[in-house]
């Protein structure tokens, strides 16, 4: 009498045919992506002959050595404190009108410019010279900006200050 079958036996495939199988797969992708594949080998071509490519690869290598040599310096004093001032930099200015920003920025260039010129002429300046150039209605300008400047700056302390015993 002939024995019941209990299990099948499904052969599983061999080395060979799980290799033609991927294979036949990545052809497939390649087939699909042959112009992104072509710029991309393009762009290492370029990398490499710019000599690009031997540097990443270095860095990628030693991506440990460079990671830890970029956190100390990030965590240097100077650094913390340099991106704290431009972040609260960055903040004021978002708070001002750009117009304003582009006034005041083109105005200090062109003062820069004549303080210059006027360092280059070397001259004495008395209290006479500084009545008279009040009498100048750029000069006049200047103060009277620079004063309320300095009022402005003055309650911003005040407010500051109080905010802080508050």
Known sequence: MAQRLTTIN????????????????????????????????????????????????AM????????????????RPNVVTSINNVMALTGVLGNMEPQMT????????????????????DERVGIIDLMR?????????????GINLLKGMGEGLKEQSDKGHN
Do not use: C, W
């Open 133 to 145: 150039a009040l009498k100048d209605p750029d000069v006049n300008r200047s103060v009277a900006f």
């Open 102 to 121: 582009q006034k005041m920025v083109a105005s200090v260039s062109k003062g820069l410019k004549k303080a210059g010129e006027g360092l280059e002429k």
């Open 60 to 75: 990628v290598k030693s991506k440990d050595k460079m990671t830890g040599i970029a956190v100390e310096q990030l965590l």
């Open 10 to 57: 499904n052969p599983s495939p061999g080395e060979k045919e799980y290799k033609d199988l991927h294979l036949a797969q990545l052809k497939e992708e390649v087939a699909q992506h042959t112009d992104s594949l072509r710029k991309t080998m393009e762009l290492i071509e370029e990398l490499h002959e710019s000599g690009l490519l031997e540097i990443l690869q």
